[in-house]
């Protein structure tokens, strides 16, 4: 597509229940990343996809995190168990070929756990 | 954690005057972006200075980059309400293909 698509845009859950968060990435990009986002903070890495490699997952706050990626393309970040403080902007974002391009980012998740 | 930190946290200025904002950072970097986001949700690109570069324009936007202090200044020229927004800067490390390591941002507010 011609961005990068996330859903939902918004989701509001009870404590424990399993949200999946979904990312559409530009078509041909190879790179994707999950971040994390507290309200008035920067951004927090989570997992890195590049191509068939291994994903980088050091950034996942705990092991209710998870991540794939199917066929190089869309990506779901799922959080199991949720709890209050899982309330944050989830963003994805995709990079072609190459270091020196700019990232270009979804609209983001937001997730509110109650 | 979080490499980059920008300066001023906040900052108030008439539209039309000029917006000035910093990012330091630690490590050798490949290059230092500059992103905007409106509302707490999507990044967008601004503008990406490689680290052999100086000086990069785009627009009403001018950035430098000083490795030798380790640091970057963002300039918007004649500043106007649609610039409200929070900025953030990022470095790719030199030792690194992929991982960029972002700072806390800068929140801006133009008032009319």
């Known amino acids: 597509g011609a961005g990068v698509s996330q859903s939902p845009s918004n989701k509001v859950t009870e404590k424990g229940k399993d949200v999946e968060l979904r990312c559409d990435p530009i078509?041909?990009?190879?790179?994707l990343y999950w971040y994390r986002q507290s309200l008035g903070q920067g951004l927090e890495f989570l997992i890195y996809?590049?191509?068939?490699?291994?994903?980088?997952k050091s950034g996942l706050p705990s092991d209710r995190f998870s991540a794939e990626r199917t066929g190089g393309s869309v990506s779901t970040l799922t959080i199991q168990r949720t709890q209050q403080e899982d309330s944050a902007v989830y963003l994805c974002?995709?990079?072609?070929?190459?270091?020196?391009?700019?990232?270009?980012f979804g609209s983001g998740t937001r997730l509110t756990v109650v | 954690s979080q490499q980059g930190e920008e300066d001023p946290q906040a900052l108030s200025i008439q539209e039309g005057e000029n917006a000035t904002m910093n990012c330091s950072y630690k490590t050798s970097i490949n290059n230092l972006q500059w992103y905007r986001q409106n509302s707490g949700r999507g990044l967008v690109h601004l503008i990406l200075i490689r680290s052999n570069e100086r000086e990069k324009h785009s627009g009403r936007l001018r950035v430098t980059l000083d490795t030798s202090k380790k640091s970057s200044s963002l300039l918007i020229t004649a500043s106007r309400a649609a610039d409200t927004a929070s900025y953030f800067c990022a470095t790719l490390r030199g030792d690194s293909n992929y991982q960029l390591i972002w700072g806390a941002g800068t929140k801006l507010i133009i008032k009319p």
């Open positions: 078509s041909g990009h190879t790179a």
């Open positions: 996809f590049q191509g068939n490699s291994a994903p980088d």
């Open positions: 974002a995709s990079l072609g070929t190459g270091r020196n391009y700019g990232y270009t």
